[in-house]
């Protein structure tokens, strides 16, 4: 009996150390959770269904929030993030109304922190209207997963949210 357990656990071992990221590759999940009128992080996080229930869950293959989605809401993408190789990034938002984008240090949502922000509309293209819309520089690993979400909330009018970045081990200097 004791060569069957430990045949067992052998077995159970290489299953313990799977992919640390859920979801599939080159996805990420948007959320929304409706009924947020004064666009203010303040009221989405009251909401008494963030962040467990959303009202809409969707996977994007991109970090590009749904265009016009609707108005009073607030919504989350989140995912994780894996560099080819080891270097500096820079990242960018952009987004109507307003928008976070947290970063975490390693695949863990409990180590995240705030890495750019607008407290007011940019144009989906407008890299540069405010400083803090773009992160000082941050150094991934390759081979490491870092999870990030990006939030955002919306009253009236058009809405978009992306998340862009800028690394050495991107082919050109462009907002990708």
């Not at 293959?61 to 809401?73: C, G, I, K, Q």
């Not at 144009?123 to 990006?150: A, D, G």
Request: net charge negative; glycine share 6%.
């Amino acid at each position: 009996m004791k060569h069957f357990i430990l045949l067992l656990l052998l077995f159970l071992v290489p299953k313990v150390h799977a992919q640390i990221c859920v979801g599939e590759p080159g996805s990420v999940q948007w959320e929304c959770w409706r009924g947020i009128y004064e666009d203010q992080f303040s009221e989405l996080t009251a909401n008494e269904f963030f962040p467990q229930k959303p009202d809409v869950s969707q996977t994007l293959y991109s970090v590009n929030a749904p265009l016009n989605y609707d108005n009073y809401f607030g919504a989350k993408i989140s995912g994780y993030i894996h560099v080819p190789t080891s270097g500096n990034v820079l990242f960018n938002v952009t987004g109507n109304s307003k928008v976070r984008f947290y970063l975490s240090t390693n695949s863990s949502p409990a180590n995240m922190t705030l890495r750019a922000y607008t407290n007011t509309f940019t144009n989906e293209f407008e890299h540069t209207k405010y400083p803090e819309q773009t992160s000082s520089s941050i150094s991934l690993n390759q081979n490491e997963y870092y999870y990030f979400e990006l939030w955002y909330v919306e009253s009236t009018g058009g809405d978009h949210c992306r998340l862009f970045w800028q690394g050495s081990f991107l082919p050109n200097q462009n907002w990708n």
